[in-house]
């Protein structure tokens, strides 16, 4: 039986994550092809069977092949993934996260990037109240 997704992706299981999300789903096949320096076709099996029994992905078959999708809806995945590393880094303060998003060198933000970041704290502060 798979595990919840809570097991820390390493590096190799991110980028065949972020592919199947691209993709909605994807074979081991298009996986490797779409993997920058891809390990050989059994690595690749390997690594979706490790993610399948993390809990991040399932498969269907398709004649002959299996076809992986994700279990979490992406959205899901980034706010969990989002979640976890507020509390890991930032102690779980959101305005730690935000202002050192904001002090990275190269984030500047575009005039409708701002409104929009205006708006949502202005929602927030509605429904603080």
Same mark, same amino acid.
């Given at each position: 039986m798979a595990k919840p997704a809570h097991d820390p992706l390493s590096r190799r299981e991110r980028q065949i994550m =972020? &592919? &199947?999300? +691209?993709? !909605? +789903?994807?074979? *081991? *096949? /298009?996986?490797? /092809?779409? #993997? $920058? =320096? $891809?390990? !050989?076709?059994?690595?690749? +099996?390997? #690594? #979706? +069977? &490790? #993610?399948e029994e993390k809990g991040h992905l399932r498969h269907e078959q398709d004649g002959p092949r299996y076809v992986f999708l994700p279990t979490v809806p992406r959205d899901k995945a980034r706010r969990s993934a989002l979640r976890q590393l507020v509390q890991t880094f930032f102690d779980g303060s959101t305005a730690q996260a935000v202002a050192a998003l904001l002090g990275e060198p190269g984030s500047k933000l575009s005039d409708e990037d701002l409104d929009r970041l205006s708006r949502l704290i202005d929602q927030a502060r509605k429904e603080e109240r």
């Open positions: =972020d &592919i &199947i999300y +691209r993709l !909605g +789903r994807a074979t *081991a *096949a /298009e996986v490797q /092809e779409t #993997l $920058p =320096d $891809p390990p !050989g076709y059994s690595s690749i +099996r390997a #690594l #979706l +069977r &490790i #993610l």
